[in-house]
């Protein structure tokens, strides 16, 4: 496997999603480099609509690749304020730079005190 890259800006939780604090209250979640890694070229992405709602841990979103479907948990509750409609026409975006133009959405968290791992803690459980 390539060497994985596991910024420490944001929080993750086990099933390979990072959230980023946006400021306000507003999180940007997507998938970590190893999930990307795991998945192998992404060819679609079924993201949620603005407005619902999840709970920590609920599947939000489905990312496909040539070997599996995947679904996405929210790291945090929240509702979803946006979503990243450039991954519609591009959904290899989440391959070339998924901590980047490869976000997911964007969502009003209703907790973000709520259990997460940092980057140290992701990053042992990847290596384990």
């Known amino acids: 496997m390539a060497s994985l890259t596991i910024p420490d800006d944001r929080r993750y939780h086990p099933e390979h999603i990072w959230a980023q604090d946006a400021g306000g209250g507003v999180w940007r979640i997507g998938i970590t480099d190893f999930a990307q890694q795991q998945l192998g070229e992404v060819i679609y992405v079924d993201l949620p609509e603005a407005g619902a709602h ?43 730079d998924p901590y980047g133009a490869g976000w997911l959405a964007r969502i009003q968290v209703d907790d973000p005190a709520e259990p997460t791992l940092d980057a140290a803690e992701y990053q042992a459980q990847v290596q384990a």
């Not at 929210?74 to 509702?79: A, I, R, V």
């Open 54 to 96: 999840f709970a920590q841990g609920e599947p939000c979103a489905t990312v496909e690749s040539a070997k599996a479907a995947s679904e996405v948990i929210t790291p945090l509750s929240g509702t979803v304020l946006e979503v990243n409609a450039a991954l519609a026409d591009a959904p290899e975006t989440l391959n070339r």
